[in-house]
């Protein structure tokens, strides 16, 4: 369910087929495209994929998910607010909501005139897009960020929401996707020294996730951090990002010169950094190998 010539994106999570098309109704003309999924994971998936810019949540999701949903949503992406709404919920359920980071409350069945109210209260909490901020010429963000993958999704939806957001549609998928690849290599590759046929393996066996646990584990390991500069350059006309990890490097060239057939194989080891130059071609490596630099144009 969409709204025409929309500029962000809300996220509808509810079982009920009925209230998403009503949220959708209430929200036509309002600028927003609306997205609806009916279950945490399908929604975690969605966010992942898309950014938004604004999460609805229904608290009563099966098997009582609604406050974990809420819990992982401000954990993974804590830029982006969370409305919560239910059908006569608890007092007690609500403050809870709101103590682990919802931005608001509505009670169902929503009335157009407080969804109104409750988005735009939202939206205030939204970070601004540096395009329509008048006289900024140049903005740069350094971030240093710890080791974790499970930070990642939120980090790459703060970055789109506050540099890249005046970009077309399918050019932010393409740069979501870029980040995405080059900050789960300087982490996991990088600074964790997990290579490629380790992970492989360790995926297959239902074993990553302890893989992770034991690398940051390690005082050789838990200590690096990955650093991320992103710049916003309004008359050079481009973004650029540089995202820095504190591993041992690797060729890089040895990987860059692989033939596109090999590259674009599934599973083939250094694919996403081939997917990623063919979308921004000036993706360039220090001679170390353990920083990495995109730049995209504005336009």
């Not at 009582?64 to 969370?82: D, F, Q």
């Not at 980040?179 to 393996?201: D, R, V």
């Not at 008359?235 to 057939?261: A, C, H, P």
């Not at 950094?273 to 220090?286: D, G, H, Q």
């Amino acid at each position: 369910m969409t709204t025409p010539e929309t500029s962000d994106q809300l996220l509808v999570v509810d079982s009920c087929t009925e209230t998403q098309a009503r949220i959708a109704q209430h929200l036509q003309g309002r600028g927003f495209a609306v997205v609806a999924t009916h279950d945490p994971v399908s929604a975690l998936a969605t966010i992942n994929a898309t950014a938004p810019s604004i999460v609805l949540t229904d608290l009563f999701l099966p098997d009582g998910a609604g406050l974990r949903l809420v819990k992982e949503l401000k954990s993974r992406h804590g830029p982006c607010p969370v409305i919560v709404m239910a059908r006569d919920a608890p007092e007690a359920m609500i403050l809870e909501a709101l103590r682990i980071g919802a931005a608001d409350y509505l009670h169902k069945p929503i009335t157009e005139e407080e969804l109104a109210h409750a988005v735009q209260r939202a939206r205030g909490l939204v970070p601004g897009d540096l395009a329509d901020l008048p006289g900024v010429c140049r903005s740069e963000y350094q971030l240093i960020v710890d080791s974790d993958p499970a930070h990642i999704p939120g980090i790459i939806s703060w970055l789109m929401k506050t540099t890249a957001s005046a970009l077309l549609p399918m050019r932010r998928l393409h740069l979501q996707g870029a980040l995405q690849e080059l900050l789960f290599n300087a982490i996991e590759h990088g600074n964790l020294e997990i290579f490629y046929q380790e992970k492989q393996e360790a995926l297959a066996e239902g074993h990553y996730e302890q893989l992770l646990t034991q690398r940051l584990a390690q005082a050789r390991l838990q200590e690096r951090r990955v650093t991320i500069h992103a710049l916003y350059d309004k008359s050079g006309n481009r973004l650029v990002y540089r995202i820095t990890d504190e591993g041992k490097g690797f060729k890089w060239r040895s990987l860059l010169m692989r033939s596109q057939e090999v590259c674009e194989s599934e599973g083939a080891n250094g694919r996403g950094i081939f997917l990623t130059r063919s979308f921004f071609p000036a993706l360039t490596y220090n001679e170390r190998g353990n920083e990495v630099t995109i730049t995209v144009p504005l336009e």
